[in-house]
């Protein structure tokens, strides 16, 4: 016997897995329950999805079976595609948002890290500073280039600090003082009794 059955089937455009369930009724009727499950949907709003039941004689199926099946088929098929692909694009989000979720954590630890190093780097100036030693504080404050937001309030703090030893850039008063005797050293200056006794030398032979 030749049938046209599974051709038709063929013909039905559906994404998933066909499933036919046919139990007798009564009167020598069929009940027939076609069942379309997409295992690519992870979508679990899927499983509320009935399945279409249907209940007639053996001649109404030969004549209409595909003609009411193809409309509902293909509408289930096309919201589970769109349940897929609906998930898909949560998912997808999910990702984005937990890597930008990572990513903007990363750039707050690093954040934290950064001003944490200056908090430190200003903290060591201001003792290096109570200590007297100013070079050494102006040398702790960080560079400006590092910390392009604090970029004025680095350069009042190393002002403050080269004010307090500026000087000593070109050499304080204790280092000129230090200077002279150096100086003195060129011309030395003779005891008085000697120059005394050329005096009296002289005197001597002109009488």
Do not use: H
């Amino acid at each position: 016997m030749n049938t046209n059955f599974f051709n038709q089937i063929a013909q039905l455009d559906f994404t998933g897995n066909l499933q036919l369930t046919i139990t007798k009724g009564v009167e020598n009727n069929l009940i027939v329950l076609v069942y379309l499950n997409n295992e690519q949907c992870g979508d679990n709003a899927k499983n509320l999805i009935p399945p279409l039941t249907y209940n007639g004689t053996p001649q109404e199926f030969d004549e209409e079976f595909f003609e009411k099946i193809t409309t509902p088929v293909q509408k289930v098929s096309g919201l589970m595609v769109d349940m897929e692909n609906f998930q898909m694009q949560l998912d997808d989000a999910k990702k984005q948002s937990a890597m930008e979720k990572d990513k903007s954590d990363k750039e707050k630890k690093l954040q934290d890290a950064k001003d944490k190093k200056y908090k430190d780097a200003m903290a060591k100036a201001d003792e290096l500073e109570k200590e007297g030693k100013y070079r050494d504080a102006w040398v702790k404050v960080p560079e400006p280039a590092e910390y392009p937001e604090k970029k004025e309030e680095i350069i009042k703090r190393r002002s403050e600090l080269s004010a307090k030893f500026a000087p000593d850039l070109f050499g304080t008063p204790q280092e000129q003082e230090k200077s002279e005797p150096q100086q003195e050293g060129l011309y030395p200056n003779y005891p008085e009794s000697e120059e005394n006794d050329v005096y009296y030398e002289e005197d001597e032979q002109e009488y």
